[in-house]
């Protein structure tokens, strides 16, 4: 995974090296390092920890006279979190910064200590290091070139070579790389929101691309032909980089989402036939990650119930690998907040190269995925900074359910759109005064936060919030939790049920509600401590119980998930943990 950033021009690098790290920060975050060079002296500089540990660790007035560097921020894939293992890595006269995994790091390692080299780190990187030092030629060009065909995997790379110390060189295959350009200065990174505060102009590299770059040009080769490359002009909104008064950007998030769910859906409010007619599909593939996943879990329902789809929901790391016979006709949406997951492009790709048609549900405007899919909606979440993602899910699961009513317009399931059109009219009224209840969810975080192992229960799309929910809470809490479909506790899940273990039932569904109650009952006989969330239909009396209002399947969730959010984050909060970046995670997940 990682975060690679690099700057040359007349300015002093290493404040914009720092600055960009700590954008990339939500890429990884258990070591950072820094090189800095001039034309007759380099430093390199790394710390294990936050990006914070490296600033405190450089004497920032003594390397001011650097106007060159490259930098990274790690999350360990090949080797622990060691100073050896951060990167820049040198070896002979090359310094490089990677993001990405080399899968044949081992025998070429085998390769070059057979040829002498020694090896300081376990990482793939110092590997790549040490085959460019071998492959030297005099022109660097050709060194790279040479290099990069003996790599299998994906990278993008950060390179400085003594040899020639008026450029950085930049390559990248499957991870991405983006150059930014001033007159008199240039920059790269993994994304632009670490390079966006000094430019907006900007050149996106494909695979295979090698950028030589100074302070005046950008030059672009492929195959060692020189070639034209658009320059993008990128305007990003830079308000949400503050919290506004709030403790945590994940609470800032939240409190967002009436405001991102009026600007997302407002456009397709006015006109519906604004998202693709999806009726000729007899396949719906949704593929994701993550929380974008369970974002596909509850269309996946609603898909079933009300439009008579047939839907597959997969992870993007095994949809890729599976035999999938498309023999009917199939779309494949593909849900990404940051569109630069890496399993998630390459079961774009694979989609793709399969004939198939790609709808996908994006963030990030600038991204690989809104940049190669067939067709791509977005929605308009702004920058999502907190590790766990709130606001971008509640946005996916919305413009998902959206495009699920025009389905069923579409193929004349139902008659009349306009109801339904104005419950997600109201929606941010709504989703408001459920944020606002903040006390309940205090009191309910007051309940859950010392204990260790938690269940999140309930039926049919009712169990997709659940599974979010219980994601949520584990991420950020450390709390253990299982979701788990209310029915199916009672075979061996059950004997886990000890006294006051908080379990989390969810019930919106009209139709199973008696069912989804006993099960809820059978956890109570056996001492749980139940937090019921339910409609105003529906409630329950018990004395943890979260009440939202009765709606229709489409817009039910959007009301259900910030409850499952708020009680998450809270409970977080009272245990202390580092609520914006949980450990081990990074936000975006660009290794396989
Ligand atoms: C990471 C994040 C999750 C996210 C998942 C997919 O694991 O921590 O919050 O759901 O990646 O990310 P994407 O950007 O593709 O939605």
Redesign the pocket.
């Known amino acids: 995974m990682c975060g690679i950033v690099g700057y040359i021009g007349k300015n002093k690098a290493v404040n914009i090296l720092l600055d960009g790290l700590k954008k990339l920060e939500y890429r990884g975050y258990d070591s950072a390092g820094i090189a800095l060079y001039n034309d007759s002296d380099q430093k390199i500089i790394k710390s294990v920890g936050r990006i914070k540990n490296l600033e405190e660790k450089l004497n920032l007035s003594s390397l001011e006279k650097y106007k060159k560097g490259i930098a990274h921020t790690r999350w360990a894939t090949h080797g622990a979190v060691t100073e050896e293992n951060a990167h820049p890595h040198k070896v002979g006269s090359i310094t490089l910064v990677h993001n990405g995994i080399i899968e044949n790091a081992d025998i070429l390692r085998e390769d070059l200590k057979e040829k002498g080299y020694q090896f300081k780190s376990d990482t793939d990187t110092e590997v790549v290091a040490a085959l460019l030092d071998f492959n030297l030629e005099d022109d660097f060009l050709n060194t790279i070139e040479k290099t990069i065909k003996m790599l299998k995997g994906s990278y993008a790379l950060g390179i400085i070579t003594d040899q020639d110390k008026d450029y950085i060189y930049v390559v990248k295959k499957d991870s991405p790389l983006v150059i930014g350009i001033n007159d008199e200065e240039k920059f790269f990174a993994s994304d632009i929101t670490a390079i966006n505060t000094y430019t907006n102009h900007f050149i996106f590299l494909d695979d295979g691309e090698i950028a030589k770059i100074n302070e005046k040009e950008v030059k672009i080769y492929q195959h060692l032909i020189e070639k034209n490359k658009d320059i993008n002009t990128i305007d990003i909104d830079l308000e949400s980089k503050n919290k506004n008064g709030y403790a945590h950007y994940m609470l800032k998030e939240i409190n967002e989402e009436p405001i991102v769910l009026e600007k997302t859906l407002k456009p397709y409010l006015e006109n519906i036939e604004l998202l693709p007619n999806i009726s000729d599909y007899s396949v719906i593939h949704i593929v994701?990650?993550?929380?974008?996943m369970y974002a596909g879990m509850v269309a996946k329902y609603i898909l079933e119930e009300k439009t008579n789809t047939e839907v597959i929901v997969d992870v993007a790391s095994e949809y890729r690998y599976k035999n999938i016979n498309y023999n009917r006709k199939t779309l494949v949406i593909l849900i990404?907040?940051?569109g630069e997951?890496a399993d998630?492009i390459a079961a774009m790709r694979f989609a793709k190269l399969k004939k198939q048609h790609t709808l996908a549900i994006v963030n990030v405007k600038t991204s690989t995925i809104a940049r190669e899919a067939d067709e791509v909606l977005f929605i308009e979440a702004g920058e999502e900074i907190a590790?766990?993602?709130t606001k971008a899910y509640l946005l996916q699961v919305a413009l998902l359910s959206l495009l699920c009513l025009k389905l069923a317009y579409d193929k004349k399931i139902i008659t009349e759109i306009t109801p339904y059109l104005n419950e997600f009219k109201i929606l941010p009224k709504l989703v408001k005064e459920v944020i606002d209840k903040d006390s309940d969810y205090q009191k309910i975080a007051q309940e859950v936060y010392q204990k260790n192992n938690s269940f999140f229960i309930g039926r049919k799309i009712d169990y997709s919030y659940c599974l979010e929910g219980s994601l949520k809470l584990k991420e950020v809490s450390y709390i253990h939790s299982e979701a788990y479909q209310a029915g199916e506790l009672k075979h061996g899940t059950i004997s886990l049920i000890e006294k006051d273990m908080p379990v989390f039932g969810i019930i919106t569904d009209h139709d199973i509600y008696e069912k989804t109650l006993s099960n809820i009952i059978e956890v109570e006989s056996r001492g749980a401590k139940t937090i019921i969330i339910t409609t105003d239909k529906l409630k329950t009396n018990r004395n943890l119980e979260i009440i939202v209002k009765d709606v229709s399947i489409y817009t039910q969730g959007i009301l259900i998930v910030p409850t499952l959010q708020l009680i998450s984050y809270y409970v977080a909060l009272l245990r202390g943990c580092d609520i914006d970046k949980p450990r081990n995670?990074a936000?975006?997940?660009t290794v396989e």
């Not at 994701?288 to 974008?292: D, H, L, M, V, Y």
């Open positions: 994701a990650c993550g929380s974008a990404s907040q940051s997951t998630t590790v766990a993602t995670l936000k975006s997940v």
